[in-house]
């Protein structure tokens, strides 16, 4: 036998022997969307873990696994921006995303702020329109992307999924009714009440913290920041808040409620 075929020979029961041994593997999105994976029992886990994914059956985060691509954004990268053709599903894996517009100059009206198990993006994709607003990575943040085709194929096949989808539109929109009605019946000082209260949701009582600097905290509201300082220092007088270096800290909740549910003058 020619030395090249036993050469070959040798090498092939190498080959077979590493296949048995890798693991499954997901691939991942980014820069290089394809060039890197992540061990299938990794990804199960950290999906597992997204409240959003709560309830599902095991058949249906598999299916959610094969689709979902994992996506890295550093601090201040835009993830698309309005006007853009909608074809991404996302899910915040780990950080924080800012839902944004802008409304003429440099100012910004800030919708909302995404934590991990939030998702966005849905809105372009179920009505066939380009998005309505911006979204950026305020934190180093990683995503769960999932195509436009594959999005509408797993609500499709998944009503415990398009039911958890359905449950969080409504509560965007009972949030949007609220912020409304904030804006045309209540001052600045009872909306920068409800806008802590909001961004706290979900953090303990007492004295949760919320990390949000005076500009974003004025786009948030729709205003500007000189009223915001001035409603920050009444809070700060009165006992309610604290704010140190871009962090709001909450020292009497009770009180915070009932300043937002009143609208209290300043």
């Known amino acids: 036998m020619p030395r090249r075929r036993i050469r070959q020979a040798r090498q092939m029961p190498q080959v077979r022997h590493a296949s048995r041994r890798s693991k499954t593997v997901i691939p991942a999105a980014g820069t290089n969307s394809h060039s890197t994976g992540e061990p299938m029992t990794h990804v199960w886990k950290a999906i597992k873990k997204v409240p959003f994914f709560k309830g ?19 601090k201040g990268e835009i993830i698309f921006r ?24 440099d ?17 372009s994709l179920l009505g066939g329109r380009v998005r309505s ?4 990575a305020s934190e180093e943040t990683e995503l769960y992307v999932i195509s436009k085709k594959n999005f509408k194929r797993l609500i499709m096949a998944n009503p415990e999924f398009t039911l958890k989808l359905l449950q969080t539109l409504a509560d ?3 949030r949007a009714d609220r912020e409304i009605a904030s804006m045309l019946f209540h001052n600045i000082l009872g ?3 409800e806008a802590v209260l909001e961004l706290a949701k979900g953090k303990h009582t ?18 500007t920041r000189v009223p915001v300082c001035r409603a920050i220092n009444v809070l700060k ?4 808040i604290d704010y140190r270096r871009g962090e709001l800290i909450i020292l009497d909740h009770a009180r915070l409620v009932s300043m937002a549910g009143s609208g209290a003058d300043l």
């Not at 800030?110 to 849905?122: H, P, Q």
């Open 237 to 240: 007088r009165d006992g309610v």
């Open 107 to 123: 100012k910004k009206k800030t919708f909302a702020f995404l934590k991990r198990g939030d998702f966005f993006g849905e809105m």
């Open 133 to 136: 607003a911006s979204a950026q």
């Open 56 to 74: 599902l059956k095991d058949t249906e985060i598999m299916q959610v696994i094969k689709i979902a691509d994992s996506r890295r954004y550093r």
């Open 206 to 223: 007492g004295q949760a913290k919320v990390a949000i600097d005076q500009s974003e905290l004025a786009q948030y509201l729709g205003t």
């Open 172 to 174: 965007r929109l009972t």
């Open 191 to 193: 909306r920068l009440a």
């Open 82 to 105: 309005k006007k853009d053709i909608g074809n991404s599903f996302f899910i915040v894996k780990e950080g924080k995303v800012k839902i944004f517009t802008s409304i003429g100059g």
